[in-house]
């Protein structure tokens, strides 16, 4: 990989990285003892009938389905970073290729290339 795209690339995951780490930080506290793991905070009203507390039910439903995909986003990106770090990045897990140059500039978080895994 040319070092113009990996820095163009890594620039990018860093980027998300931040992004995702912030958008989880507004209503969630990452885990001190678990890597990659998030906890959705559960909105707490000091008096609230029986209404405010259903929507409050249906909003911490919410916010565990999104935590849970914004977590796996962010555990991608940060693996990606790795593999920069370690000279892995770019190799398809599945068949050992290299991954299309094209599909990491769309994700650059891919751990596949589209060769094989069609």
């Known amino acids: 990989m040319k070092k113009e795209l990996a820095e163009e690339l890594k620039a990018k995951l860093e980027e998300q990285q ?60 940060k693996m990606a970073l790795e593999k920069m770090e370690n000279g892995t990045y770019g190799i398809c897990e599945k068949c050992g290729k290299e991954i299309e140059e094209e599909r990491l500039k769309a994700v650059p978080e891919a751990k596949f290339c589209m060769k094989d895994n069609k």
């Open 18 to 77: 931040k992004s995702l780490q912030k958008e989880l930080e507004s209503f969630a506290t990452e885990d001190p003892n678990l890597e990659h793991n998030w906890e959705a905070k559960y909105p707490s009203r000091e008096d609230g009938d029986r209404d405010e507390a259903a929507d409050d039910a249906q909003e911490y439903d919410n916010a565990l389905s999104l935590e849970y995909s914004l977590e796996l986003k962010l555990k991608d990106v």
